[in-house]
């Protein structure tokens, strides 16, 4: 007798192997696929092929675990090797990336969103996806934004002509309305710290500038850097990288479970006001969904 009990383990066994391993897209997108089929049959009550499928299927992720393993075990080896090398090096710059890293901080949250924005390419919802295509091939840009009778009402991305190329759809077809995506905005008098922090969450390299109700303009991780970088350095330096980071150990810190405004303050070697303001965006994003409680800051969910 077939144990469904089983059957669903595997099946959950599955898509955790499936989000922990670094498939390519196409690897993914055929296992995915595989995981589809075997779903269908447990629904439609074929337990037996479903069980056999699913078996065969956690058999095949196992053993590219186990190359992935193999190839992340050579890498430590040989940067072991290399780290021994590095580290005089590193510690001879360390005094002076502290005094860069404060100025940076000071800089982003001193420079409104405003300051760095440019004007933003624009296309009517009836254009051609075959022009639009045209457009991010001459011009390189990073977004392009759709109105509808004189009001924004999308964002097309790089990655979204990507889909639809991977989709192979008939693109002959297909208008700036079929293709785009949500707005993402951010206000004007915002600085560039949280425009660097929504970009990240939205994994998106542009931003779409508001004044309330009306759109301004467009920043982007470029037009970031390049105010930076003319504010500090003779060239350009990757400032959003260490606001990322300290994003990212601000989120590992929540998930691992109870803390408190001290303890974070100390771990990110960032002010309590600014870890507040990151908190904030996240929430206000729906990211995160935190609760206070006699000073001490517990993560109810996260995205």
Same mark, same amino acid.
């Given at each position: ?41 447990? *629904? ?169 109700? *009306? ?82 800051? *517990? ?5």
């Amino acid at each position: 007798m077939v144990d469904l009990k089983q059957i669903i383990k595997k099946i959950e066994e599955i898509e955790d192997k499936i989000n922990k391993l670094s498939l390519e897209k196409k690897e993914e997108l055929k296992i995915k696929e595989e995981l589809k089929i075997i779903k269908t049959d447990f *629904r439609i009550g074929l337990y037996s092929l479903a069980e056999d499928r699913a078996e065969d299927l956690l058999k095949k992720l196992k053993e590219m675990e186990e190359k992935t393993n193999k190839k992340i075990t050579g890498k430590i080896e040989k940067s072991n090797l290399k780290e021994e090398i590095k580290k005089e090096s590193v510690l001879k710059e360390d005094f002076k990336k502290d005094n860069v890293v404060r100025k940076e901080k000071n800089i982003l949250n001193m420079i409104k969103v405003s300051e760095a924005m440019g004007e933003a390419e624009i296309v009517d919802e009836k254009t051609s996806a075959q022009e639009i295509i045209k457009k991010f091939l001459d011009k390189k840009y990073k977004g392009i934004f759709v109105s509808k009778k004189n009001k924004i009402v999308g964002l097309i991305k790089l990655s979204d002509i990507f889909k639809i190329l991977g989709e192979e759809r008939e693109i002959s077809k297909l208008k700036a309305e079929d293709i785009m995506g949500e707005i993402i905005s951010i206000d004007k008098q915002d600085n560039l710290s949280k425009a660097i922090l929504i970009m990240k969450m939205h994994n998106s390299d542009c931003l779409a500038v508001m004044d309330r109700n *009306r759109f301004l303009g467009v920043v982007t991780r470029e037009r970031i850097l390049n105010k930076i970088a003319k504010n500090l350095f003779s060239e350009k330096t990757p400032v959003n990288e260490k606001i990322e980071t300290n994003v990212d150990r601000l989120l590992d810190i929540l998930k691992k479970g109870e803390t408190s405004m001290k303890e974070l303050e100390e771990k990110l070697d960032v002010d309590g006001e600014q870890i507040e303001e990151w908190l904030k965006i996240l929430e206000n994003q729906k990211v995160i969904k935190i609760e206070r409680h006699f000073g001490k800051i *517990r993560l109810k969910y996260v995205r």
